[in-house]
């Protein structure tokens, strides 16, 4: 039994793949066409193959030439696929929009490309309307990290990492609060350890003690939940040993983080390094400051918004590259909801595999509220541990007791 064209069409349709672009130069000549074709063939000698239409230009060239190279593209380069497939018949030289240089065989390489490799042709089979061409690899380069441009469905895609199936969602504002009372903030902390709430930050720099210290006499040191407090110099990491913080929070602005870090962990914390992206932070800026704080050996890393300039584009542009170079350090997301995106960043930041975020009751602090959050992550199938409802109470509780309207939106409606 055979089956029909558009059935096998469809068929493949559903196998997902990375999109490349395989480049040869013949005769002075430069070839180039899209390929999703392209598979790993073995590791000793590294080789690949892609399987190429007889029927194309670049078939013969690459028969001729007997060498090809294999550019995987990144999810913003869906332009150069179009080019490399034809769908741009405006187009001459498919190489002339893009900046391009050539690699030790002559074959062409696409300048922003996530991967190279350079080959030469090890075995060529007949596959009837196409060639199986296998390219022994004699030079290569993972060029950034970034994610990968996909085909599948006969559309355009990209990575959806499936989120996470267990989420920290951390408190960072009832500690925080200036009009609420000592006892006020006591009581809804043990209120929201009680619905599940088993992490909470407060800032305790060294200038603010006076004011905070007699909040930290009064909390209570409940088992099972962290507080993170933050600090900025050695007699601060000295008051949040001696409260029974298990956190400490450098703050990106103290002088010595690799001292601080260095002194909080003798004392037995664990330490959290932060970076704040500003709206025009290059990928050099984000990697000096991860270096500074791998270099600090931080325990886990907070990426903080400071100002809305977070967005779903910037987290799936940047986050898939933060989080590999933070290796075994968990990512944490302080998400600012000014221009409201915040739940939108928090569904992305889901899809790109975070697992603890810092939000606030009630959305204070014009952060992402604790219990919308925990909704919408609850109605996707990510357990959270919060009790939704008994936090929608105390955000109403808040909300009388301060005689503020809050931002979130379901204390208002459970
Ligand atoms: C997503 C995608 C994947 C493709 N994969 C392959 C492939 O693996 N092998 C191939 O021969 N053609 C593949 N093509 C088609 C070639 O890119 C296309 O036929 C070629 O660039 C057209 O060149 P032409 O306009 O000179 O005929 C693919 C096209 C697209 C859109």
């Known amino acids: 039994m055979q089956i029909d064209e558009q059935t096998f069409k469809n068929a493949m349709a559903q196998l997902a793949a990375g999109v490349t672009i395989v480049t040869t130069l013949h005769d002075g000549t430069r070839f180039g066409l899209t390929a999703t074709s392209t598979t790993s063939v073995s590791i000793e000698p590294p080789q690949v193959l892609v399987s190429v239409a007889t029927r194309l230009d670049s078939h013969r060239a690459i028969a001729e030439s007997g060498v090809f190279a294999v550019n995987i593209l990144g999810a913003e380069q869906l332009e150069e696929a179009k080019v490399f497939a034809g769908m741009r018949q405006e187009i001459e030289d498919r190489f002339e929009p893009f900046e391009h240089y050539t690699a030790a065989t002559g074959s062409p390489i696409l300048a922003n490309v996530l991967v190279w490799l350079d080959c030469e042709v090890s075995h060529a089979y007949d596959g009837e309307d ?104 050695v007699a601060a990491i000295d008051a949040a040993a001696e409260f029974g913080a298990t956190i ?97 960043n928090v569904q992305t930041a889901l899809e790109e595999d975070v697992r603890a975020f810092v939000t606030t009751v009630g959305g204070l602090a014009n952060r992402p509220a604790l ?24 955000a109403r509780q808040m909300s009388y007791a301060l005689q503020r309207q809050m931002p979130g939106r379901l204390h208002k409606q459970m």
């Open 130 to 233: 196409h060639t199986i061409y296998v390219g022994r690899i004699v030079d290569g380069e993972v060029k950034r990290p970034g994610q990968p441009l996909l085909y599948y469905g006969r559309r355009w895609g990209r990575v959806a990492t499936l989120p996470p199936s267990r989420v920290q969602l951390i408190e960072g504002s009832v500690l925080t609060l200036s009009d609420a009372t000592v006892e006020q903030r006591v009581k809804w902390v043990e209120d929201l350890a009680e619905a599940g709430v088993n992490r909470f930050r407060a800032p305790a720099f060294s200038d603010m003690m006076d004011r905070q210290q007699a909040m930290l006499d009064a909390l209570p040191l409940i088992e099972g939940i962290d507080y993170a407090l933050a600090v900025d110099d």
């Open 248 to 344: 400490v929070e450098i703050a990106p602005s103290a002088p010595d983080q690799v001292g601080l870090a260095a002194q909080a962990k003798a004392l037995g914390m664990r330490v959290n390094g932060q970076i704040i992206p500003s709206p025009n932070s290059s990928l050099e800026d984000l990697k000096n400051k991860m270096d500074r704080l791998l270099e600090a050996q931080v325990d886990e890393i907070t990426v903080s918004d400071l100002g809305g300039s977070i967005t779903p584009a910037w987290l799936r542009r940047y986050l898939s590259v933060l989080t590999s170079w933070a290796g075994p350090s968990p990512i944490i997301l302080q998400l600012d909801d000014r221009f409201g995106l915040g739940l939108a």
């Open 371 to 394: 219990e919308d959050s925990a909704y919408l992550m609850n109605q996707s199938g990510v357990v959270t541990g919060i009790e939704i409802g008994e936090v929608c109470g105390i």
